[in-house]
C-alpha cells in the first residue's frame, strides 16, 4: 500500500528536524543538508535574516533587535511561524538541487517519541506549509534503530538510546513496533548548561553555550579518562565585571556532567527492569545501541556497560543515524512503511 501511495512521486525527501541540527535525506542520493536548527530573525521587521550555518554564527553576536533562536525546544515545535521558514530554506534547497521541475515533494518527518496530536499536527502543518505535498511521522527511536540497521522487524528485542540536543529516547524495538519506551527532556542541550551553571558556581564565571558546547565535546566525559585533560575557558568574571580565562580539567566537567548523566543511565535501567524477560534475553546477547550526537561523550558506553550489566555499543557515524533510517524507510516503503508513526497522514488519500 505504502509503495503504491509513494510510487507516483520520486522526489522524496526526510527529514532529521533536530533541537541543535537539522539533516535532509533526498531519496536514491542520501544526506544532502546538515545545518544547524537556527535561524536569525530581524524582530523590528520580524523578517528572516539568516538559516543554518550563516544564522549560527550569529549566536551571542548579534544587536539587541536581532535574535538568533532555535525554533524547537525539547525536540518540538515552539515557534511555529520560524520552524515553517526553516523548513521552507531547507525544502526550497532541495528543491534547487533536484526538482527544479518536479512536484512538490512527499516527506517524512522524525519526531520524538511521546509527543501529544497537537505537537504531530504542528509539524505536520509547518511541513506542509513549507512546500510538502504531503507530511508522514515516524518516530525518532525507530527511525534511529533501523538506520543502526538493527532487525527491528524480526521477533527479537533491539534496544536503542538515542541522545540528541534536546532529548534522550530509549526504547525497546521488536517486531516494527516500539514495546516499551522513555523520553527525557535531558540530552546535549542540557549537558551544555550544566557546564554553564558549573562556571558560574565553582569559578564565578559568565561564559556561553558556544563555550561551553566546546567544553563538552573537548574533555567532556562520564567515565574517567586514561589521561588527565584540561582545557581554558574564557568568560565574564560575575563579581569584577572583567574578562577572565580558566583552566578546567576533564574531572570538573565530569563532576558538573554527573547529575544529568546519572539520569541518563537511570532511565535506561528503567527501562531495561520494565523490559519483558524474552526481548531482555535478546537485548543480554545483542547488547543496547547507543546513536545521536550525545552518545559520542566520552566514555558513556563504558558506564552504560558498567551499570546496567549489557554490553554497549556506539554505532557508525551516530550523528546522522536517525535521518538514515528514515532515508531508508523512503527507500524501502513496501518493506518499512508500517514502522511510520500512527497518524491521520498515513491514510491514503481518496
Not at 521552507?88 to 521541475?101: A, E, S
Not at 496530536?117 to 533501523?146: H, Q, W, Y
Request: proline share 5%; glycine share 10%.
Amino acid at each position: 500500500m505504502f509503495k503504491k501511495f509513494f510510487s507516483r512521486f520520486s522526489n522524496n525527501i526526510a527529514i532529521d528536524l533536530g533541537t541543535a541540527n537539522s539533516l535532509v535525506y533526498v531519496q536514491d542520493k542520501g544526506i544532502v543538508i546538515n545545518e544547524p536548527s537556527v535561524v536569525a530573525v530581524n524582530k523590528k521587521t520580524g523578517r528572516v535574516l539568516a538559516i543554518g550555518h550563516e544564522a549560527n554564527k550569529m549566536v551571542g553576536r548579534t544587536p539587541a533587535y536581532i535574535v538568533a533562536t532555535r525554533p524547537l525546544v525539547d525536540g518540538v515545535v515552539s515557534d511555529f511561524e520560524i520552524t515553517e521558514q526553516m523548513l521552507k530554506y531547507f525544502i526550497g534547497k532541495v528543491h534547487r538541487r533536484k526538482f527544479i521541475l518536479g512536484p512538490r515533494p512527499r516527506v517524512i518527518v522524525g519526531v520524538p517519541y511521546g509527543v501529544t496530536e497537537v505537537e504531530k499536527r504542528a509539524v505536520c502543518d509547518a511541513t506542509k506549509n513549507a512546500g510538502a505535498r504531503d507530511v508522514f511521522l515516524i518516530e525518532e527511536p525507530m527511525s534511529a534503530a533501523i538506520g543502526a540497521r538493527l532487525a527491528v522487524q524480526e521477533a527479537g528485542g533491539n534496544f536503542i538510546v538515542d541522545i540528541g540536543g534536546g532529548t534522550i529516547e530509549v526504547a525497546v524495538i521488536s517486531l516494527g513496533g516500539i514495546v516499551i519506551a522513555k523520553s527525557l527532556r535531558i540530552a546535549g542541550d542540557k549537558l551544555n548548561k550544566d557546564i554553564i551553571q558549573f562556571a558560574q558556581d565553582e569559578y564565578k564565571l559568565l561564559i556561553g553555550e558556544r563555550a561551553a558546547e566546546e567544553v563538552k565535546i573537548g574533555i567532556g566525559s562520564a567515565y574517567p579518562l586514561k589521561e588527565r585533560k584540561e582545557l581554558p575557558i574564557r568568560g565574564r568574571n560575575l563579581i569584577t565585571g572583567l574578562p577572565e580565562e580558566i583552566l578546567v580539567s576533564d574531572e570538573d566537567i565530569r563532576r558538573a556532567l554527573a547529575k544529568s548523566v546519572k539520569q541518563i543511565v537511570t532511565a535506561i535501567k528503567t527501562t531495561v527492569e520494565e523490559t519483558p524477560p524474552e526481548l531482555l534475553a535478546d537485548i543480554m546477547a545483542k547488547g543496547i545501541y547507543l546513536t545521536g550526537g550525545g552518545s559520542l561523550l566520552k566514555g558513556l558506553d563504558v558506564l552504560v556497560q558498567e551499570e546496567i550489566k549489557i554490553p554497549a555499543k556506539i554505532i557508525e557515524d551516530p550523528l546522522t543515524a536517525m535521518v538514515r533510517g528514515a532515508g531508508m524507510v523512503l527507500e524501502n516503503l513496501d518493506e518499512l512503511g508500517e514502522t511510520l508513526a500512527e497518524t491521520e497522514e498515513l491514510e491514503p488519500p481518496k
